[in-house]
T-cell receptor, first 114, second 109 residues
Framework: NAGVMQNPRHLVRRRGQEARLRCSPM?????VYWYRQLPEEGLKFMVY????????ESGMPKERFSAEFPKEGPSILRIQQVVRGDSAAYFC????????????FGPGTRLTVL | TQLLEQSPQFLSIQEGENLTVYCNSS?????LQWYRQEPGEGPVLLVT?????EVKKLKRLTFQFGDARKDSSLHITAAQPGDTGLYLC?????????FGAGTTVTVRA
């Protein structure tokens, strides 16, 4: 029973490039959450999605960041025109329906912006 | 300011000793979770507690949710080197998990 999968595990981008982070939830889970862990800081909520719907994006920066969870395929967190301050570990979590507080995390994508 | 305060920040003990990690808040939560995170990996869910006063046991780990649902503790009996890691508490009233800064536990052989 595969857990939450994220790829790539490590991503290096130069300032101004785009970063695309992918997340496949656990089998049977239709709710996806993205969190960011900045160096020396705790995990912070970014966005909550269900299939084809953004439920809550209140934790996501208003500019350059976007997220989607299409009907088919993984959830994507997209960061346009990356800056050094975007360097962080980005974690995806998923939960079963009607149990949003029971979230299982993927291994994360470590983004480094040069 | 952290919504959830964890203490201590670091804990180093000898194999076989017991340890307790605390998670405190001034807010009431509908549920609280404990995770363990290894370097370079994602947090692994250990337990979810939802009822005030609830106690859950997972082998040598005992989790307690405070009566007022504002605090929690994690107690490890007879710690082993494999228990080494970063222990995170998280809490929520809906789906947004708020995390503490974590307690780094080191168990020396």
């Amino acid at each position: 029973n595969a857990g939450v999968m994220q790829n790539p595990r490590h991503l290096v981008r130069r300032r101004g490039q785009e970063a695309r982070l992918r997340c496949s939830p656990m089998k049977g889970h239709s709710h996806v959450y993205w969190y960011r862990q900045l160096p020396e800081e705790g995990l912070k909520f970014m966005v909550y999605l269900q299939k084809e719907n953004i439920i809550d994006e209140s934790g996501m920066p208003k500019e350059r960041f976007s997220a989607e969870f299409p009907k088919e395929g993984p959830s994507i967190l997209r960061i346009q025109q990356v800056v050094r301050g975007d360097s962080a570990a980005y974690f995806c979590a998923s939960s079963p329906p009607y149990s949003a507080d029971t979230q299982y995390f993927g291994p994360g994508t470590r983004l480094t912006v040069l | 300011t952290q919504l959830l305060e964890q203490s201590p920040q670091f804990l180093s003990i000898q194999e076989g000793e017991n340890l307790t990690v605390y998670c405190n808040s001034s807010s009431v939560f509908s549920s609280l979770q404990w995770y363990r995170q290894e370097p370079g990996e994602g947090p692994v869910l250990l337990v979810t507690v939802v009822t005030g006063g609830e106690v859950k046991k997972l082998k040598r780990l005992t989790f307690q949710f405070g009566d007022a649902r504002k605090d929690s503790s994690l107690h490890i009996t007879a710690a082993q080197p494999g228990d080494t890691g970063l222990y995170l508490c998280a809490a929520t009233n809906d789906y947004k998990l708020s995390f503490g800064a974590g307690t780094t536990v080191t168990v020396r052989a």
